[in-house]
């Protein structure tokens, strides 16, 4: 049982270039989650989609674009990479829009230069 | 003001101590209270869900909703250098589309 998978887990991109988060879960949860991670900062929300078909924005979602392929796919991408985006990304998941809590992926670990 | 507040830390204790990790929020509509664990370099991971107020044990870690007072609690009983983790308080309304979490705190247990 594989849960949230999400590739690749290490990047480093140089400013303006771009790039895809892939995310794919194998619960049949219902809704995912991109959440950035910075020291001091805690998680924010950067998109979600609370059911196949739709996407919101979260808290900080400047600078990048997300896709609900399907039922088991969210991916993220940057059109055109910052120093600012350097962080460590998670993809989660949930049945219940995060009432039943999250499954997160194990992170990319993106660097920006 | 942020709708759950935990203290950064962070928290260093020595090995068997009690740990107590809180949080405070503001909406009282949250009734759903959860705790993820989170290890350096790996995902958050889901260790107490609680409906509503009260305790819930799982074997050294006890978690504990006064929604009167809006205050949440994790306490971790004779503490091991395995549970060094960052520890992040999280709430849900019932009706929201995604969690709110604590900003975590981080904890070391030594030897």
């Known amino acids: 049982n594989a849960g949230v998978t999400q590739t690749p887990k290490f990047q480093v991109l140089k400013t303006g270039q771009s790039m895809t988060l892939q995310c794919a879960q194998d619960m049949n949860h219902n809704s995912m989650y991109w959440y950035r991670q910075d020291p001091g900062m805690g998680l924010r929300l950067i998109y979600y989609s609370a059911s196949e078909g739709t996407t919101d924005k979260g808290e900080v979602p400047n600078g990048y674009n997300v896709s609900r392929l399907n039922k088991r796919e969210f991916s993220l991408r940057l059109e055109s990479a910052a120093p600012s985006q350097t962080s460590v990304y998670f993809c989660?998941?949930?049945?219940?829009?995060?009432?039943?809590?999250?499954?997160f992926g194990s992170g990319t670990r993106l660097t920006v230069v | 003001q942020k709708e759950v507040e935990q203290d950064p830390g962070p928290l260093s204790v020595p090995e068997g101590a009690i740990v107590s990790l809180n949080c405070t929020y503001s909406?009282?509509?949250?009734?759903?209270f959860m705790w993820y664990r989170q290890y350096s370099r790996k995902g958050p991971e889901l260790l107490m869900y609680?409906?509503?107020?009260g305790n819930k044990e799982d074997g050294r870690f006890t978690a504990q909703v006064d929604k009167s007072s809006k205050y949440i609690s994790l306490f971790i009983r004779d503490s091991q250098p395995s549970d060094s983790a960052t520890y992040l308080c999280?709430?849900?309304?019932?009706?929201?589309?995604?969690?709110?979490f604590g900003s975590g705190t981080q904890l070391t247990v030594l030897p």
């Open positions: 609680t409906y509503s107020s």
């Open positions: 999280a709430v849900h309304s019932g009706s929201a589309r995604q969690l709110t």
């Open positions: 909406n009282s509509a949250f009734q759903y």
């Open positions: 989660a998941s949930s049945a219940l829009m995060g009432g039943d809590g999250y499954t």
